[in-house]
């Protein structure tokens, strides 16, 4: 028998959050807040395109609502959840749902928002594999994976040399080992992202000293 193992509690009864499912809704928020923490402020347009089960029961199980209130900043437990359209509405963002229910996906529960703002544009997939966990696996057309099942660090920061020193030396400071790093850019000298699971929770010293750092345009950090 395969032997199975759980981080934590949370692993067998699911996370806190307003329902009513942990895949379509909790799951869905979070893609959402991870998104909108890749693209680092409020977007004036979305584009959601939802895929298979996505696609097919949406509005029921309030997939829509949740990946709208993440885009919000709102996390799964947040009470102002279904109220994000409205919300949404009121801070201009405007969003479109475009459903695919006949197109096939790695997942069944895929969706792809596509972020606007002046000349500023960003696609992102995730995917919500079930108990509010999700996998974040495209960027822009680049294959990238952010589970945030361990603590992670996303920054979004100018391609430069010398980003990647001053991060290690504030992780060094702090004894903050890191166990698996991602890094994608758009182009030389162009905005890269920077994804970084560590085997630590205590980050709050070195997350408020990465702010600081010259070229970084969002630093965020997901338990």
Known sequence: MENLRYKSVFDIIGPVMVGPSSSHTAGAARIGKIIR?????LPEKVEIHLYESFAKTY????TDV?????VLGMDPDDPRLRDAP???HE?????TYIPHPEDKADHPNTARLILKKGDRDMSVTGISIGGGLIQVTELNGFDISISAGMPTFVIVHQDAPGILARLG????????NVAQMNLTREAKGEKAIMIMEVDSFDVEEAFEEMKHIPKLSAVNFFK
């Open 169 to 176: 030396a504030i992780f060094e400071k702090h004894d903050i």
């Open 37 to 41: 923490s890749i693209f680092g402020e």
């Open 66 to 70: 949740a990946l709208v209130a993440g």
């Open 59 to 62: 509005r029921g199980h309030g």
């Open 86 to 88: 409205r919300i949404a």
């Open 91 to 95: 801070e201009g963002m405007e969003v």
